[in-house]
């Protein structure tokens, strides 16, 4: 049986219509709102968050960088106010749709209350006079800089959740007054849901739904000028072993994360991060070198010199890391590979950066596949 069909069989038993004319003046409108994603991209992450139960959590479910999801079902018993009497039960679902954008330091929440049903267990109970509060609130997080328009509400009677299910949530920070070299800004989103009406107990939602958003200019390292993101999206950049472009680099990470023995330098009880434990990007051009000429080293003692040929010194963790060969704890490989196959590489290793703006200190993986 459909939501809507149960919604007709309930209202055809009891005399309850929520229409948006029982609004009253006094209550706040639904805010209007536009977002920037498409409907074809809120549709296919409305689908695929269906099929992962992480989004019922406080997290929610974040699918990348630029999208997350929250859902839930609710189901409530209504009390009279002050005492512990039934008077009836409220149903309803819950949605957040997160659209974090590479390119703007904006970042879009599409909520709604949806799948409405009510039921009275007592003759003056009316669920025509009850209501929904959604708030979004917005705070930075140890950074400069402010976030825009911070608190957000929609507080409605059912009817008008019923008629209008969805509102939109926008929150930008503008680049003057962050003073991170990279405009970065650091915020946490709280979503708070209650429940009340004129003779009921109210109602708080005890699961406080949250969001972790990073608001940036940080320019050519992270491709476009500026951008959102979902701090806390699970980064994994894969290699595939058949790749025509770089099948010697993917071999040497696979070796040098789950065969460590075959790989140099010869360390007792070599454990090479990144498949299960992150790397992390360093923009630090001095880091950089540092790594670069410890891998070095170490081809040029293992296989000696090899200017002049058509062979590069392949390092993996990569220069750009923090975990790079010139940390000192001997968890990396350097191997002789064809130059054009480690250059290509390098180039989608940067391309992964660029297209999940990751910044300096920011946690990736590798994965290996086929």
């Given at each position: 049986?459909?939501?809507?069909?149960?919604?007709?069989?309930?209202?055809?038993?009891?005399?309850?219509?929520?229409?948006?004319?029982?609004?009253?003046?006094?209550?706040?409108?639904?805010?209007?709102?536009?977002?920037?994603?498409?409907?074809?991209?809120?549709?296919?992450?409305?689908?695929?968050?269906?099929?992962?139960?992480?989004?019922?959590?406080?997290?929610?479910?974040?699918?990348?960088?630029?999208?997350?999801?929250?859902?839930?079902?609710?189901s409530l018993v209504v009390v009279r106010k002050g005492t512990l009497e039934r008077i009836g039960t409220l149903a309803f679902d819950e949605w957040i749709l997160g659209f974090a954008y590479d390119g703007d330091r904006r970042v879009d929440y599409v909520a709604s209350i949806e799948n409405i049903v009510v039921s009275r267990e007592a003759p003056d109970a009316d669920p025509t006079t009850w209501s929904l509060e959604m708030r979004l609130s917005a705070a930075t997080v140890n950074s400069a800089g402010t976030i825009t328009n911070p608190n957000q509400t929609r507080s409605d009677l059912l009817g008008a959740w019923d008629t209008k299910p969805q509102w939109v949530v926008t929150y930008t920070s503008p680049e003057q007054g962050a003073t991170d070299p990279y405009g970065i800004v650091n915020g946490n989103v709280l979503v708070n849901l209650a429940a009340f009406g004129p003779n009921t107990d109210?109602?708080?939602?005890p699961l406080t739904r949250y969001s972790n958003i990073r608001f940036d200019s940080a320019g050519a390292v992270a491709g476009k000028a500026r951008g959102t993101v979902f701090t806390q999206a699970?980064?994994?950049?894969?290699?595939?072993?058949?790749?025509?472009?770089?099948?010697q680099s993917a071999r040497h990470y696979s070796d040098a994360l789950t065969n460590p023995v075959t790989t140099f330098p010869s360390t007792l009880g070599k454990n090479v991060p990144g498949a299960t434990t992150?790397?992390?990007?360093?923009?630090?051009?001095?880091?950089?070198?540092?790594?670069?000429?410890?891998?070095?080293?170490?081809?040029?003692?293992?296989?000696?010199?090899?200017?002049?040929?058509?062979?590069?010194?392949?390092?993996?963790?990569?220069?750009?890391?923090?975990?790079?060969?010139?940390?000192?704890?001997?968890?990396?490989?350097?191997?002789?590979?064809?130059?054009?196959d480690n250059q290509a590489a390098g180039r989608w290793l940067n391309s992964n950066y660029t297209l999940n703006r990751i910044l300096d200190g920011d946690a990736f993986y590798i994965a290996i596949t086929p």
């Open positions: 049986m459909t939501s809507a069909l149960k919604r007709a069989l309930l209202l055809a038993v009891l005399p309850i219509t929520l229409t948006a004319t029982q609004v009253p003046a006094s209550a706040a409108p639904a805010q209007a709102g536009t977002v920037l994603a498409t409907l074809d991209e809120r549709q296919d992450l409305r689908q695929e968050c269906q099929q992962h139960p992480e989004a019922e959590q406080a997290q929610g479910w974040i699918k990348s960088r630029f999208e997350s999801c929250h859902r839930t079902h609710q109210p109602w708080q939602d699970k980064v994994v950049v894969p290699f595939s072993l058949s790749s025509p472009t770089y099948p992150p790397l992390h990007r360093t923009l630090n051009t001095a880091t950089q070198d540092a790594n670069n000429a410890a891998a070095r080293k170490t081809c040029d003692d293992v296989w000696g010199p090899y200017d002049g040929t058509l062979l590069n010194c392949d390092e993996y963790p990569f220069a750009s890391t923090q975990e790079g060969a010139a940390k000192g704890d001997g968890n990396y490989s350097a191997r002789l590979i064809d130059a054009g």
